[in-house]
């Protein structure tokens, strides 16, 4: 079992799910608070991929490989700020808003992908890595997704689905940091043994 690739691919496959779905978690929202079009909520989601961009970028430009856990909590305030969604009805205010989301998302995954594919390229390759990764992801975007729609189906409002969305984000965020945390307590030598790896591995 490895402690650190355990918790890069819980904290992707939860990234990725949420990608997924923000795209329909943003039109719904921007149809009940700003009463726009799905032409017209298209641009925000256009907004979002600005910042996830940005975030990128800078996480690629400041973080290192062995520090890439330290962005856990960014995760739980990626749900939080979903939830928060629910507060806008100015797209003045909107637009950087997403930015931050959008953000806070890139500055996440960049990280903890390049920890993903550095543990999986030394247990398995890279190859085998990328299909288990794409693997979680794609049923993280479906099981969200199918608990979204499953929401609104029962009739829930597109604010009520929102925040049940935020919840489970930050939750499951939560509950993968106090796994990492746990793990640095039980299994401490392990642990500290695959960041020195990670610390000596310069091609992340």
């Not at 329909?24 to 079009?37: D, E, F, H, N």
């Not at 995760?75 to 003045?92: D, Y």
């Not at 920890?115 to 099981?143: D, K, P, T, W, Y």
């Amino acid at each position: 079992r490895d402690r650190l690739g355990q918790i890069s691919l819980a904290s992707t496959t939860l990234f990725w799910g949420v990608s997924g779905n923000l795209r329909y978690i943003v039109l719904a929202w921007a149809s009940a608070a700003l009463g726009y079009t799905v032409t017209q909520a298209s641009s925000l989601v256009g907004v979002v991929a600005i910042g996830t961009a940005a975030g990128a970028i800078l996480a690629s430009m400041r973080m290192r490989l062995e520090h890439a856990t330290s962005v856990m909590p960014l995760g739980i305030a990626m749900g939080l700020l979903v939830i928060l969604m629910n507060f806008i009805s100015n797209v003045w205010v909107a637009a950087p808003f997403l930015i931050l989301l959008g953000g806070l998302g890139g500055f996440l995954v960049v990280p903890m992908n390049a920890l993903l594919q550095h543990r999986g390229h030394n247990l398995m390759g890279a190859g085998r890595s990328i299909a288990v990764q794409n693997f979680n992801e794609q049923a993280c975007i479906l099981a969200l997704g199918a608990g979204y729609s499953l929401s609104t189906g029962m009739g829930l409002s597109a604010f009520g689905a929102i925040t049940t969305f935020g919840v489970l984000v930050a939750g499951f965020m939560w509950l993968i940091q106090r796994w990492h945390k746990s793990n640095c307590i039980k299994h401490k030598e392990q642990v500290d043994h695959l960041l020195s790896i990670a610390r000596s591995d310069k091609s992340h």
